[in-house]
């Protein structure tokens, strides 16, 4: 269950993975069913849905109606839920969180029961964030009553902690649950979908190893890291994977030129078309950064124009030759903050706001270097895709970052940068450190190889589910 999944709908990293997944699942012989929400976004699309079943359930003092319609997508036999709580015309988050909060729990309860009106009774049910947790909870909670999910184990997927899903709290009693009176989960969390399915899950996975680690700490834990110790044990971490049919420099028609880890000398000519694209002067001697970035505070874009400043009053020998292009949507305060980089450096900054995947795709196949100064990063997809286009990652030292990016070094092993602050001062010497390195044109070659040579498929991260899956069920 998840609350985006490609290629219907897709907000953020949740959609990469809840599309991938289940079908890197379904080639390990899972017989694995995906249910979304029936936005709006994916009526307009016009899809060839089957009606499925309608069914009620009890809201408050009366019934809802679900209606449910389905597709095979690839093999995969996908349900999309439909009801009252599901407005049309809602985008898939919004900013009333009440409205959202009501969807999603709607669509939790909604999807539960669907799986009883099919009489499929799955092995694993498997939610993702806190728009589905309550799923899990409503099925721990009534386990004891309902002989159709005795055998069936929760996984609940952590792919951003702090978002807890707020707003929910008389949404318990009007679906029937009681809130939680668990010691151990603090007070305030007990009637908040995610640490409601975080509390009786069988098993939490976080989108990354590090990830894992790091939401038992206070810095991490969303004041849920002395509750999440206690879970110590059934918490782990799988990274996520990207599709690498999707993002492969090789065949990627977006690219002026296609090229391989073989043929590197003709990225050089996507390197010429990117700086063309927006306007900046065509150099071959600059390091060319590159940022494709939710342009908000996790992902730590206001530390940017600060580091560029810095970086342009230090007088250095020889003098760092660089040049900028981001690209990214979100925060309209950080957005016009990051433009005015532009004005200050007419000749090496662009900042374009707007959504454009062909131009990200021109960013990881042209430029040097991908700037990704995350506050915190569950896992991150950019770095792991940025690697595989030779485009090498300047990261934050945290969760998936950490883990995917080995940082650079003369012993032969590095894939890219890492810095530890999340901080001006940080991030900029983690750029002069990768200016410095990007001089050795042979040592950046073998660095930008190595990225490419990385496993990032699906397979590597479906065949650890699958292990984990199978456990849980032992
Ligand atoms: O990759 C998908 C994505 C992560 O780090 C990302 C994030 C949201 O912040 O798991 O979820």
Not at 239 to 248: A, H, P, Q
Request: with cysteine; net charge neutral.
């Amino acid at each position: 269950m998840a609350a985006e999944a490609e290629p219907f709908v897709k907000v953020g990293g949740l959609g990469d993975v809840a599309g991938s997944l289940p079908l890197a699942l379904r080639r390990l012989s899972v017989d694995v069913r995906l249910v979304l929400p029936l936005h709006g976004v994916i009526r307009e699309q016009g899809l060839a849905l089957q009606p499925v079943c309608e069914f009620d359930i009890p809201y408050k003092k009366k019934n809802l109606l679900v209606k449910v319609s389905s597709l095979t997508w690839e093999g995969l036999v996908v349900y999309f839920v439909d009801g009252p709580l599901i407005p049309p015309d809602a985008p898939v988050y919004s900013r009333d969180h009440l409205a959202d909060a009501a969807k999603y729990a709607f669509f939790s309860i909604a999807a539960l029961r669907l799986a009883q009106e099919l009489g499929w009774q799955p092995d694993i049910l498997h939610a993702n964030d806190w728009h589905t947790a309550l799923a899990v909870y409503a099925m721990k909670q009534n386990q004891a009553n309902d002989p159709f999910f005795t055998n069936t184990c929760a996984v609940i997927g952590v792919h951003n902690l702090p978002y807890l899903g707020n707003g929910s709290k008389s949404l318990l009693n009007a679906f029937g649950l009681r809130p939680a009176a668990h010691p151990l989960l603090p007070k305030w969390a007990r009637t908040l979908p995610l640490p409601l399915g975080l509390l009786t899950a069988d098993r939490i996975v976080a989108v990354s190893p590090g990830y894992a680690r790091e939401i038992l700490t206070p810095q991490y834990g969303s004041g849920l890291d002395e509750f999440l110790r206690t879970r110590a044990d059934v918490i782990s971490g799988i990274l996520n994977g990207i599709d690498l049919e999707n993002w492969d420099p090789e065949t990627d028609p977006c690219l002026k030129k296609q090229y391989s880890a073989r043929s590197l000398d003709d990225r050089n000519a996507n390197r010429e078309a990117l700086q063309a694209e927006v306007n900046l002067p065509v150099d071959s001697k600059v390091t060319l950064m590159g940022m494709v970035n939710r342009m908000d505070y996790q992902k730590g874009m206001d530390l940017v124009p600060e580091a560029l400043i810095d970086l342009s009053r230090r007088s250095r020998k020889p003098p760092p030759e660089w040049q900028i292009v981001i690209l990214g949507t979100g925060d309209a305060e950080i957005e016009a903050h990051t433009k005015r980089l532009e004005t200050r450096f007419p000749s090496r900054v662009r900042v374009v706001t707007r959504f454009d995947p062909g131009l990200s795709r021109m960013i990881f196949g042209g430029a040097d270097l991908i700037i990704i100064p995350s506050r915190y990063e569950p896992c991150g997809l950019t770095q792991m895709i940025a690697m595989r286009y030779g485009c090498v990652p300047l990261g934050r030292s945290t969760g998936g970052l950490k883990d995917t990016i080995i940082d650079y070094d003369t012993t032969g092993e590095s894939t890219g940068f890492l810095f530890e602050e999340a901080a001006p001062q940080s991030l900029m010497d983690g750029m002069i450190r990768a200016f410095k390195a990007h001089r050795d044109r042979k040592a950046w070659r073998e660095l930008q190889q190595r990225g490419m040579a990385q496993d990032f498929s699906w397979n590597r991260s479906a065949a650890q589910y699958l292990k984990l899956y199978q456990e849980v069920l032992n």
